[in-house]
């Protein structure tokens, strides 16, 4: 079955140092998004991507973020200083279309920020 | 951000009986609600989603409910299994891009 793979699984970085994290979703899907879940919080909306725009983002989405589709497989999300905040459980998403198909986790990357 | 409130962090279930997980939202503005089942460092999968044309959605032991006029759901699961015990999230959105997410209720299953 196919799946969405994020790489790192954990991503360990000094504060104010960028950090870019990988995901691959699912080769047919057209939507792809970005959440994250602080330790013991709920996951939180980041942003939503498609033909190679930001469709909707939160407040947490922030100048410090930014997100892109190198190629036709990678999905990234750039932190470009990272703040201690930003330590949580970052997870990419995807759907085939939209409003309101289901979106496909991939196992998330867990960034620390020292 | 309350949008999306799961007010029971946990539940014991005795194996082959029902589990009902519920959840409340406050943004009469959503339409569309997933829930997702997850074990500690994986992703939440998907379970079982419902728009709000509906007001019930069943998949093998897993059914949500919907009551718009009590912005209120509910998954229902049947006969529950030791394999269920995981966290449950229920998701809301107006526009099927941005989900809100609630807090979790950790369901343990009994053998």
């Known amino acids: 079955e196919p799946e969405v793979t994020q790489t790192p699984s954990h991503q360990v970085t000094q504060m104010g140092q960028e950090v870019i994290l990988r995901c691959v979703p699912i080769?047919?899907?057209?939507?792809f998004y970005w959440y994250r879940q602080i330790l013991g919080q709920k996951v939180e909306f980041l942003v939503s991507?498609?033909?190679?725009?930001?469709?909707?983002k939160s407040e947490i989405f922030d100048d410090q973020f930014s997100v892109e589709r190198p190629d036709g497989s990678n999905f990234t999300l750039k932190i470009r200083s990272t703040k201690l905040e930003d330590s949580a459980m970052y997870f990419c998403?995807?759907?085939?279309?939209?409003?309101?198909?289901?979106?496909?986790f991939g196992p998330g990357t867990r960034l620390l920020v020292l | 951000d309350q949008q999306v409130k799961q007010n029971s962090p946990s539940l014991s279930v005795q194996e082959g009986r029902i589990s009902i997980l519920n959840c409340d939202y406050t943004?009469?503005?959503?339409?569309?609600f997933l829930w997702y089942k997850k074990y500690p460092a994986e992703g939440p999968t998907f379970l079982i989603s419902?728009?709000?044309?509906?007001d019930k959605n069943e998949d093998g032991r897993f059914t949500v409910f919907l009551n718009k006029s009590a912005k209120h759901l509910s998954l229902h699961i049947v006969p529950s299994q030791p394999g269920d015990s995981a966290v449950y999230f229920c998701?809301?959105?107006?526009?099927?891009?941005?989900?809100?997410f609630g807090t979790g209720t950790s369901l343990t299953v009994i053998p």
């Open positions: 998403a995807s759907s085939e279309w939209t409003v309101g198909e289901t979106q496909y």
């Open positions: 080769s047919n899907h057209l939507y």
């Open positions: 991507f498609y033909n190679n725009e930001i469709s909707e």
């Open positions: 943004n009469s503005m959503f339409d569309y």
């Open positions: 419902i728009s709000s044309i509906k």
């Open positions: 998701a809301a959105s107006s526009t099927g891009n941005q989900f809100y």
